[in-house]
């Protein structure tokens, strides 16, 4: 059983920096891709950033780009997201997701969900 556990949601002001974490479990974490997704209130989920199992390749949102780097380390079976210059539109619950695809751009292209973490950006 896949289970996939998020941390490092809080408040933040614009322009301050969060990290996020998932820490997988259930499968070999090294072989499957990672990515985040995210829900801010009252919208669809949104595709955030994406990973292959080895982490040689990784793909962004337009709106993320520069800002946000994901990361993994498949010998502690944790996924990372380092945001940077937060503004208040990235003001969601942010959901790492996993997938038999390595590289998947769209959130519908994931088929494991953790229960995600809130991030608050004020201004």
């Known amino acids: 059983q896949v289970r996939l556990v998020e941390s490092g949601g809080g408040l933040v002001q614009a322009g301050g920096s969060l990290r996020l974490s998932c820490a997988a479990s259930?499968?070999?974490?090294?072989?499957?891709?990672m990515g985040w997704i995210r829900q801010a209130p009252g919208k669809e989920r949104e595709f955030v950033a994406a990973?292959?199992?080895?982490?040689?390749?990784?793909e962004y949102a337009d709106s993320v780009k520069g800002r946000f780097t994901i990361s993994r380390d498949n010998t502690k079976n944790t996924l990372y997201l380092q945001m940077n210059n937060l503004k208040p539109d990235d003001t969601a619950v942010y959901y790492c997701?996993?997938?038999?695809?390595?590289?998947?751009?769209?959130?519908?292209?994931?088929?494991?969900w953790g229960q995600g973490t809130q991030v608050t950006v004020s201004s």
């Open positions: 997701a996993q997938s038999l695809y390595p590289l998947v751009e769209k959130a519908d292209g994931y088929d494991y």
């Open positions: 259930g499968r070999t974490f090294s072989s499957y891709g």
């Open positions: 990973i292959s199992p080895i982490g040689s390749m990784k």
